[in-house]
């Protein structure tokens, strides 16, 4: 079946320092794959997406890369800030019609 | 995103009532979805709808149902409400022409007694 993990510890780390979040999925294909972000009590909002033939994808202080052969994504944000802290969720989407599945998440937490 | 809302935002049952959540948006996007959220699950698909004349069911439909009364409103009910419901429920929006990005409401949380 398919499974999409992401690492359930919190991630905690200094301001000014870049947090590195993974994603790694298995018996899947995605045609692209997006990060959300989630604040406590609210709804996940859009962040970034990539697509299969992508390898990399910035957006401001956030980078996203795309490896297909070893299954996986990174999301990076560069020079993170307390107003960052949340849990960040993936999805995977296998074409236009189709519907995302979501991976549980992880939290940041970035400290003065 | 306040352009997808969803009432009630809170919400205690018991056992056995039946129970409606709303949704309501007003950014014209065609497809929508409701999504339950459980700590250590994620996020899971109950039911889709690509137009008004259009439901799927997701990954866990059973137990739930749903109406899409309008293209800015979808509706779900469950029939009879028992304890493992108990979760966060989400509605998501999504336009056809960009269906990838899906934007979702702030959230009900349900508690089944």
């Known amino acids: 079946s398919q499974k999409i993990e992401q690492n359930s510890e919190a991630l905690n780390i200094q301001e000014g320092k870049t947090a590195t979040l993974t994603c790694n999925y298995t018996?899947?294909?995605?045609?692209?794959l997006q990060w959300y972000r989630q604040d406590p009590g609210r709804g996940p909002v859009f962040l970034l997406l990539?697509?299969?033939?992508?390898k990399e994808k910035r957006k401001e202080r956030l980078k996203v890369t795309f490896d297909t052969t070893l299954k996986q994504s990174l999301f990076h944000i560069t020079a993170s800030q307390p107003a960052d802290s949340a849990t960040y969720l993936c999805?995977?989407?296998?074409?236009?019609?189709?519907?995302?599945?979501f991976g549980t998440g992880t939290r940041l937490q970035v400290t003065l | 995103d306040a352009d997808v809302t969803q009432t009630p935002r809170n919400r205690i049952t018991k056992t056995g009532k039946r129970i409606m959540l709303e949704c309501s948006q007003t950014?014209?996007?065609?497809?929508m979805y409701w999504y339950r959220q459980d700590p250590g699950l994620g996020l899971r698909l109950i039911y889709y709808?690509?137009?008004?004349?259009?439901?799927n069911k997701g990954e866990i439909s059973d137990g739930y149902s749903v109406s899409r009364q309008a293209q800015a409103k979808f509706s779900l009910s469950l029939e009879s409400a028992i304890p493992n419901q108990t979760a966060l429920y989400f509605c998501?929006?999504?336009?056809?022409?960009?269906?990838?990005?899906?934007?979702f409401g702030p959230g009900t949380r349900l508690l089944v007694l």
């Open positions: 998501a929006t999504s336009d056809s022409l960009a269906a990838e990005t899906q934007y």
């Open positions: 018996n899947y294909s995605p045609a692209y």
């Open positions: 990539i697509r299969e033939n992508e």
């Open positions: 999805a995977l989407g296998a074409g236009t019609a189709s519907k995302l599945t």
């Open positions: 950014k014209g996007h065609d497809r």
């Open positions: 709808s690509f137009d008004v004349k259009d439901i």
